[in-house]
């Protein structure tokens, strides 16, 4: 059984900082890429920010130059360090990754359950 396990949200004023960590455990053979989303209240899910196994990585136009993805393949872990954050970056973020459990199975997305971030004053 895979799980996503997410930690590092919380609540940060505007211009602060937080990082977000993912950890894929459970029964893994080979993870391709793991990545970042977010939905706000009444939103759609959005693409924050994607890395593949070999390290190239994806960002959301919105966040550019603010936020950085990054992972561990040891332990297959991901991380979203988010700066200068402002309000509009409040949102729900969900960790997935894109693997398969086994030789025999397809590869599958899986996701977390989700972190809030909250930017407020």
């Known amino acids: 059984q895979v799980r996503l396990v997410e930690s590092g949200g919380g609540l940060v004023q505007p211009g602060g900082s937080l990082r977000l960590s993912c950890a894929a455990t459970?029964?893994?053979?080979?993870?391709?890429?793991m990545g970042w989303y977010r939905q706000a209240p009444g939103k759609l899910r959005d693409l924050v920010a994607t890395i593949t196994r070999g390290g190239n990585t994806n960002y959301a136009d919105s966040v550019k130059g603010r936020f950085t993805i990054s992972k561990v393949n040891a332990n297959n872990t991901a991380y979203l360090q988010m700066n200068g954050l402002s309000p509009e970056d409040t949102a729900v973020y969900y960790c997935k990754a894109t693997l398969r459990s086994a030789i025999t199975n397809p590869t599958f997305d899986y996701w977390g359950q989700g972190t809030q971030v909250t930017v407020s004053s």
């Open positions: 459970g029964r893994i053979f080979s993870l391709n890429a």
